[in-house]
């Protein structure tokens, strides 16, 4: 996915074990292409499929671990086919 989602997290318990999960959740129902520079609706979107959230892949870790770097999800792939693999967030 391009640009990649980078977070940083703060305020969690340090020895505290998680999970970091992403997940993309639609904002409207209109398919949308990019156009002259900008993003227009093209109608209504086709079948919506059920997401698969990406779980970051040093889950679990703990807070100390996940507050001291930049959490990154470099490697999600975005895509609308409902036979994807593992590492896709469908959309």
Known sequence: MFPYVEISLQGVDPVGVYDIIFDIIP??????????????????????????????????????????????FEKVKLTNKPDTKAGTVRQ
């Open 27 to 72: 904002a409207s129902n209109h398919a949308l292409r990019f156009f002259n520079h900008k993003w227009i609706p093209t109608g209504r979107k086709e079948k919506e499929y059920q997401n698969q959230p990406f779980k970051h892949p040093d889950s679990p870790n703990t807070g100390c671990n996940w507050m001291t770097r930049i959490i990154s």
